[in-house]
Structure formats: structure tokens, C-alpha cells
């Protein structure tokens, strides 16, 4: 009997109707199954392509329409777009190319370590307009050395809506549910 790869995982969800958010002839849109912060997305194309640097300067019009179902996905939420940040990673830990679309809050019980943040709040999250712009240039995204990877992994931990630096993790996890209250009181009011 043949074994699942976890890394396969975002292969087998995105033939998952239920899964499905959004979808065109391009690409799909499904829930992160272990969101980063209270909303979180990622668009999945059809097209089997691994990751950023298995992108063409071919891949131009694929990602414009995985931008635009990012943008609907947005849409759901109820938020603006500029409370989202959309991006791939540099490193990623599943295959298939997914762009996140995730909201700038970052509360979740699944954001549960270091690594987590910096995934999202360093250089190691390429930001799409980033990718779009690379691939226009030179046609392609070049791999960055593991070293620096981990450099961007092991960065220290500042809050990304203030100038808060954290003693540690539990403590920016602290200041980031003062944010979500803050906004929460502030919508309320």
C-alpha cells in the first residue's frame, strides 16, 4: 500500500471540491489547513509547478489569475485588501506552487513558534509583486543559499503593526491579541 508524502498534501486538497473556495480554469483557492493568523488562504494553480523557481516568464498570466483569486478570496473576509499580505515562500514545506493570502493580523493557535513569524514577516516571505517583477526581468527566481534561509528564519522577533520588540515568542503572541482586540473594539465602536 502506497504512503502519502505530507509535503504531497496541497496536491491531493486542491481536487477536493469541499476544499474549494474560489476557482477559475487556472487556479484554485482553499483554506490553509493550519491558518497563520484568523484569515488565511492559499491559491493553488492546476498547472504542476513545485514552486517560485520552477516559474517561466511563461507563468506571467497564471499568476495574475491567482493574484486576482486571491484578491476575491479577500473579498470574503470583509477586511480591505491592505490588511493581507500576499506571498510565496522562499523555502516552501509542501509542493505545488501556493500563494498565501494571509491577514496581517497573525493571531492563530497554529502560529505556535518563531519560524512561523519570520516565515511571514522577513524576506523569506517573497512578496508576489516581488516574484512578478523578478520573473519579468531575468524570467526566472533564483534559489537563495540555505544560509540565508535560515539567517531570515533566526531574525529577531519585532511585531509587524508597531514597533514592539518581543522578549520572546509568548510575548509577541500576547501583543498580537492586544492588536486583534484593539481592531475588534475599534470595529465595535
Known sequence: M???AWSDGLIHAISN???????????????DKYPKA????????????????DLSFDDDGLLQNMYELGLKAVGTT????????????????????????????????CLSHRYHWNAFNTKFLLKHEYVVEKLHEAGHIDRPSLHYVMKLLETPLQCNQCMY?????ADLKLHLKQHVESDMESATS
Open 78 to 109: 470583509g477586511l480591505t485588501v491592505d490588511r493581507f499580505d500576499f506571498g510565496y515562500h522562499m523555502k516552501p514545506s509542501m509542493r505545488r506552487l501556493h500563494l498565501h493570502v494571509i491577514s496581517k493580523d497573525y493571531y492563530s493557535p
Open 17 to 31: 471540491v469541499k476544499k474549494t473556495i474560489i476557482c477559475s480554469d487556472l487556479s484554485v483557492v482553499i483554506k
Open 165 to 169: 520588540n518581543p522578549n520572546n515568542f
Open 38 to 53: 484568523l484569515h488565511h488562504f492559499l491559491v493553488l494553480p492546476w498547472k504542476d509547478i513545485d514552486s517560485v523557481y
Open 2 to 4: 502506497a504512503t502519502q
